[in-house]
């Protein structure tokens, strides 16, 4: 009979789902581990991407239940967002019914991989059963001040028609979903206070031993903390000033002029006492400069572009009244918005006075160098050195003036030091249909009324029509608009905004713990016994998005009393695995490289894709998609098929026990126990502690080979043969659980694979009877000779010399000194005869 993985796959799915195989419960006697991938947008269709994931999470979950853990393994769906309205304006339907029928579709698909899934705690963020606690926590930080709203220039995608977060626009500064380009606008929006444990993110980034460095990287430099002085600078003949921060206060003697952002305030200030040529002017100006990405603007080398308000700065330290300027590269959403600009020292201040001609003022020399020729200058120079052109703090090394000249400041009432973060908080509102309603009224009365938490949810209307070229439907809907005050009984009318998307996940693995749960998002007790996840799976794309916001979700609930103080990390571990390539490139359907794999699994197996996807290369790291690979995992399964089937009547003959080392005589059949020992130890360790999964696999395939050209001897040995053939199904179980449950009926065994324990290691066995010594005279290999292992160098020597291949060897030259590395080698000197 061939490996027909057609029938044996669907058999073992309905064996699985009706032995409730992988249903979890809270078991305080039992170790537990909460294993999470990062929960799909359910576009349509799993990718290769999708299937590399779920296989290494599935692998992960099926490997420590064999190994005694209480293993929490659940799967769902982020099924908000702009891609279901976009899918829905083409294909002419609702994004409910599109999201709901993928969802469906991709539930028969992770099932026809074989993921071990407790399917009972599945969750979908559009259903209100779920949106109902997001909107809830949203009321919860309102009640606490986390929650506000404010007018604020935002990033605009023109294209998905929307505010993006400033994690959202990457790159070139284009919209993270359609790469469009995103502009600067003003709106009334709704922020979450993220600000607020923006020094907590970055000190228990310090904690997360089980995370990349390269993530912990990304995040530190996202949060961004910088120590500095703030502090005011006067407009020259008005009575108005500007606030500035800066890290290196002690540059301010080297100030030649002042750049604030197009988005500033006081532009608009400063323009309303302009001539009416003047203002209107300077207003275009400001406007075109918003428009621009935030990378275009601040780009080093890039062409810088300024106004110059005619208006002057006076520097606090000196006097010096400095032209004041609106600058492209000067952004509001960082800082102040308003910088000193000290040309000498900054790279992008010195290509913008050149293109101006504006003064130069060097303040940091080199030790023991001259102070710089601004007119010599062709680029900024290092701003670390020691102090010149700088009164009473001339010659102090860089540190001491920073802190001296922060001190002056300090004492004249001039600033403040402080510490300021890159991060920004985090804009939630977003002008779409497909989300969860923000759950707030406005009433002319009242103002902004949250809704009772009775109310919730605040159910998003089905019945809304999406406009042919986009655009938020709820403005249409006048009936669910309109509304009454939960606090005066009067007219109100509904936020239209929707969240961010990213609000379903940053809580969505406390759903899982207790999905059933109607009077509270999850149980205390289900959080206490199975929170942080142990291992989370996913891209690093996510690093400064997803990951943030969850971990200040976690932080957020914690201080709220909803969880346990403690919890203040969602997650322990954290695996980024790499992308899946095809002919060079990331697969995409652009480029037409895109495997199906549902073609995959329809023509070779699931079992015979999972193996494919955890051989090729190690979790982390990018695999490259080849057929002949495929095909090569399949043949390695039909040879473990066939090595069961070509011997089930020796299987099902032999003894069902574990001979020891000790009584084990004959040399292969000592062989073959050592390689399944030593096979069990060191996959256990690929998975378990390396994370080499394509390594273990290695291994397993050398010991299907050994199986496969071992000839039992003896009663001995045929048992010998059961415990390889057992401990090879064993160990390959969580690569290719399908095929492996089929063959452990097959030769007899009761129970579920997926339920029995992983072998143990017998350490007797992986001692070996001797090991190879190789013999080197004055450097270069002569001889190579078997000892027994663990001998002493004097022994090793005294066995090695005593070979007459070496006596011949040294015969006619004077042995000068001996060198030996025991279980390795030994290297003799000589010298001529």
């Known amino acids: 009979m061939t490996y027909d993985f057609s029938a044996i796959e669907p058999k073992w799915r309905k064996i699985w789902e009706e032995r409730k195989a992988f249903h979890v419960e809270r078991d305080e006697s039992r170790p537990k581990f909460y294993c999470l991938e990062m929960f799909p947008y359910p576009s349509g269709a799993l990718h290769m ?39 829905a304006i083409k294909m002419k339907t609702h994004p409910a019914k599109w999201t709901m029928r ?69 790159g070139d500064g284009v919209c993270w979903r359609c790469e469009t380009p995103v502009v600067k606008k003003g709106l009334e929006q709704w922020f979450l206070r993220i600000t607020d444990y923006a020094q907590e993110l970055l000190d228990y980034l310090d904690q997360l031993s089980g995370w990349p460095e390269r993530v912990l990287t990304m995040q530190r430099n996202w949060i961004g903390r ?38 500033h305030p006081i532009v608009k200030t400063l323009a309303d006492r302009m001539t009416p040529e003047k203002r209107d002017a300077a207003l275009d100006f400001a406007s075109r400069m918003s428009a621009r990405s935030a990378i275009e603007r601040t780009a080093v080398g890039g062409d810088k572009m300024g106004m110059d308000t005619g ?67 062709t680029s900024a120079a290092d701003a670390d050195g020691v102090a010149c052109n700088s009164g009473r703090f001339d010659g102090m090394p860089t540190p001491e003036a920073i802190e001296k000249i922060g001190e002056w400041f300090e004492r004249e009432s001039w600033g403040k030091r402080e510490t300021q973060y890159r991060l920004r908080d985090w804009l939630i509102s977003r002008q779409r249909y497909w989300g969860t309603p923000i759950p707030v009224v406005y009433c002319d009365k009242c103002g902004i009324v949250p809704v009772p938490e009775e109310d919730l949810p605040v159910e998003l209307p089905l019945d809304a029509t999406i406009p042919p070229n986009g655009g938020n439907a709820l403005l249409d809907c006048a009936d669910w608009i309109n509304t009454t005050c939960p606090k005066c009984g009067g007219h109100a009318r509904r936020e239209t905004d ?7 996940s940053s809580w969505y693995f406390f759903r899982y713990l207790s999905p059933g749960s109607n009077d509270a998002p999850f149980t205390p007790e289900d959080s206490k016994y199975w929170m942080p996840v142990d291992l989370y799976i996913g891209g690093i794309e996510h690093a400064c998005l997803h990951l943030i916001y969850a971990r200040f979700f976690t932080k957020v609930l914690s201080d709220l009393g909803i969880t346990e103080p403690t919890l203040r990390e969602p997650f322990k571990g954290l695996l980024t695995q790499g992308m899946v390539i095809k ?69 099902a003959s032999a003894e069902r026990l574990r001979t020891p080392m000790s009584e084990i005589t004959g040399g292969e059949s000592r ?19 390396e994370r080499q999964l394509n390594t273990a696999v290695a291994r397993l395939m050398e010991l299907c080979n050994g199986l496969l050209s071992f000839a039992p001897p003896d009663k001995t040995g045929h048992a010998l043969f059961r415990e390889g053939v057992e401990s090879l199904l064993l160990c390959l179980s ?47 290999l002569r001889e190579q000779f078997s000892v027994p292992p663990g001998l002493a160098k004097d022994e090793l020597i005294g066995r090695v010399m005593a070979e007459d291949a070496v006596k011949r060897r040294l015969d006619g030259f004077e042995v000068v000194k001996v060198i030996a590395v025991p279980d390795k080698l030994v290297n003799i000197v000589v010298k001529g005869k």
């Open 311 to 377: 208006f002057e700065a006076v520097n606090p330290v000196n006097g010096a009244r400095i032209p004041i300027w609106i600058a492209d590269y000067i952004l509001m959403d960082y800082g102040t918005g308003a910088i000193m600009g000290v040309p000498a020292h900054d790279q992008r201040d010195f290509d913008f006075v050149r293109k101006y001609g504006l003064g130069i003022i060097p303040v940091v020399r080199a030790p023991g160098e001259p102070i710089p020729d601004p007119g010599d200058m």
């Open 498 to 504: 929707t969240m961010d998307t990213f609000i379903c």
């Open 102 to 170: 993928n969802i469906d579709h991709m539930i028969e698909q992770l099932k026809s991989m074989g993921c071990g899934y407790d399917w009972r705690r599945v969750v979908k963020t559009c259903l209100p059963e779920y949106y109902r606690w997001s909107q809830w926590f949203f009321l919860q930080m309102y009640k606490r001040g986390l929650a506000y709203r404010k007018h604020a220039p935002v990033n605009w995608c023109g294209t998905c028609g929307t505010v993006l977060a400033n994690e959202q626009v990457i």
């Open 226 to 263: 910088s120590e500095g002085v703030r502090f005011n600078i006067a407009i020259a003949d008005a009575d108005l000033s500007i606030e500035a921060f800066t890290t290196r206060i002690d540059t301010i003697f080297g100030i030649t002029f002042v750049a604030i952002a197009a988005e």
């Open 49 to 87: 991407g999708h299937l590399r994931n779920y296989s290494i999470g599935d692998l992960t979950a099926r490997f420590l239940r064999m190994n005694g853990y209480n293993v929490m393994y659940p799967i769902g769906f982020d099924s908000f967002g702009m891609p279901a309205e976009n899918a």
């Open 671 to 689: 062989d073959i126990k050592r390689l399944i020992h030593s096979t069990i130890d060191r996959v256990t360790r690929d998975i378990k502690d």
């Open 583 to 651: 002919d060079g490139a990331k697969m995409s359907k652009s480029l037409g490289n895109v495997v199906d794999p549902d073609e995959i699994i329809k023509r070779y197996g699931a079992d015979t894709a999972r193996l494919f996807i955890l051989f090729a290369s190690p979790p982390d790291k990018s695999l490259d998609w080849s057929d002949k690979g495929v095909e090569g995992a399949h043949r390695f399964l039909s040879r473990v098929y066939r090595l069961v089937e070509d011997n089930l009547p020796s299987l």
């Open 734 to 780: 969580p690569f290719c659980p399908h095929i492996c449950e089929e063959l452990w009926e097959m030769i007899g065994n009761e129970g579920l694979l997926a339920r029995a324990p992983w072998p143990s290691v017998d350490k007797d066995a992986l001692a070996v009877d001797s090991v190879t010594v190789v013999l080197q005279i004055n450097g270069k």
